[in-house]
């Protein structure tokens, strides 16, 4: 996660699974996530924070959601989901051009 998309989809695979770096055992990531494909990879939370991970969000259901929807998309499908396009009452998928 990063990059061109600062944010996945994904599921939780586990919590509280020990750090395989930390060698006392103490430390814990709260969740290790697994991400939709295209990526499909395993990500360590390392706190529950909102900053890092969220419930699911129903996108174009709730204020707001576009920006969540926008920042899912890699960068190139943002640049053609545009405000002349897209609505808070719209939604944007990937495959639109």
Not at 1 to 14: F, S, Y
Not at 44 to 64: K, M
Request: proline fraction near 7%; charge should be negative; hydrophobic fraction near 35%.
């Amino acid at each position: 996660v990063g990059g061109a998309r600062p944010w996945e989809a994904g599921v939780v695979h586990a919590v509280h699974e020990p750090d395989p770096d930390d060698g006392s055992g103490r430390r814990k990531f709260a969740y290790i996530v697994l991400t939709d494909p295209p990526t499909a990879r395993l990500v360590s939370v390392p706190q529950d924070s909102n900053d890092l991970i969220r419930a699911e969000v129903c996108f174009g259901q709730r204020a707001g959601a576009l920006w969540f929807t926008r920042m899912s998309l890699p960068q190139a499908a943002r640049r053609r989901c545009d405000a002349a396009r897209c609505s808070e009452s719209e939604r944007c998928s990937e495959g639109e051009s």
